[in-house]
């Protein structure tokens, strides 16, 4: 079956950086787009970066854009989100994501805490 699982997030000083990591399975992880959202309490899910299966294309929400980088390695099915310059709106549970079939998979969630 589908399995998406994040690395552990943290608490993280304004200003710092993080990189998230997504180990997947159960399907073939070089064939599909991934992405990365984000959920701040009281707000809706948001998108947060997404990557083509070959790593070629990326996209990114304009409030992480200059911050935050995507990248994937289809030989360990991996696929990491590299913040910096984080800041205290960036606090968020953050969710690794794809979709096949017209259908959703999500990892647990990691929770990411911009705070001094």
């Known amino acids: 079956q589908v399995q998406l699982v994040e690395s552990r997030g943290g608490l993280v000083q304004p200003g710092g950086s993080l990189r998230l990591s997504c180990a997947a399975s159960g399907f073939t992880f070089s064939s599909y787009a991934m992405r990365w959202y984000r959920q701040a309490p009281g707000n809706e899910r948001e998108l947060v970066a997404v990557i083509s299966s070959a790593g070629g294309s990326t996209n990114y929400a304009d409030s992480v854009k200059g911050r935050f980088t995507i990248s994937r390695d289809n030989a360990q099915n991996r696929v990491y989100l590299q913040m910096n310059s984080l800041k205290p709106d960036d606090t968020a549970v953050y969710y690794c994501?794809?979709?096949?079939?017209?259908?959703?998979?999500w990892g647990q969630g990691t929770q990411v805490t911009i705070s001094s």
């Open positions: 994501n794809t979709v096949i079939l017209s259908k959703n998979y």
